[in-house]
Each structure stands twice: as structure tokens, then as C-alpha cells.
């Protein structure tokens, strides 16, 4: 995992292509777990995201500029919809133990409701 270096040209870059293709992002099972769509259309990539030793805040990819420790667009638009969901009061993206389906219904209206906020915002 790498540091978030917020002020840095790459994460500048990284959120100007997040915020021009707009991926579909995926919440994950576990907190700070996402699935960003890659850019052929068919795959995607998973992001991670924690918080480390001294508050410093980290991320990867499994695409292959994450792979080499660049913030790509993947973690940059998983990082947008992770800010959505913190302001549209969800404290964690993780769920309890409840049926498949009823996660499931959950998750899609956390996606929804995310993407309404964050489209009005971006």
C-alpha cells in the first residue's frame, strides 16, 4: 500500500481522469474495499484503502500503474465514491450478517444514493 500524497501532480491527475470517465466503483464486503471498472469496459480492479500507522492514509490498486505505486484513476474514483458515502452519513461500506439478497439491495441503494450526490457535486 502507498501513502495518499493528496498535494502531489499524479493524485492531481489521477482525479481530473477519475472525474472525466467516471467509472462505475463497487462497494467490496470488507470496509475500504471497492471494485473500479477498467477502462476496457469488462474488468475491473480492485482498490483497498486504510489508514496507517500515524494517521497516514493508504491505497492500492491491482491495475498495473498501482502495481508500480503511482495513485492511479482507479483508487482517484473509488476515493470519490468513498467521500459520497461519508457524506451521505455511511460510516463504513462494510455490511452484517444478513441474507444475500438483502445486502445486495442494500449495497445497490448505497451505490445510487452515493452517485446522486456525488453527480450533483462533480
Same mark, same amino acid.
Given at each position: 500500500m502507498n501513502e495518499i500524497k493528496f498535494k502531489s501532480e499524479s493524485?492531481? &491527475?489521477?482525479?481530473?481522469k477519475a472525474a472525466a470517465k467516471k467509472? #462505475?466503483?463497487k462497494i467490496g464486503s470488507k470496509t475500504g474495499q471497492y471494485?473500479?471498472?477498467? /477502462?476496457?469496459g469488462f /474488468? /475491473?480492479? !480492485?482498490v483497498l484503502f486504510q489508514v496507517g500507522g500515524g494517521g497516514r492514509r493508504l491505497a492500492s490498486c #491491482?491495475?498495473?500503474g498501482? !502495481?508500480?505505486g503511482y495513485f492511479c484513476y482507479h483508487q482517484a474514483a473509488a476515493l470519490l465514491a468513498h467521500s459520497s458515502?461519508? &457524506?451521505a452519513g455511511l460510516r463504513s461500506c462494510a455490511v452484517s450478517r444478513r441474507d444475500a439478497a438483502e445486502q %445486495?439491495? %442494500?449495497r445497490k441503494e448505497t451505490f445510487h444514493r452515493a452517485m446522486r450526490i456525488w453527480s450533483r457535486k462533480y
Open positions: 493524485f492531481k &491527475r489521477a482525479m481530473a467509472p #462505475l466503483v471494485f473500479v471498472a477498467a /477502462s476496457d /474488468s /475491473s480492479y !480492485q #491491482l491495475c498495473a498501482g !502495481q508500480k458515502f461519508v &457524506r %445486495e439491495a %442494500e
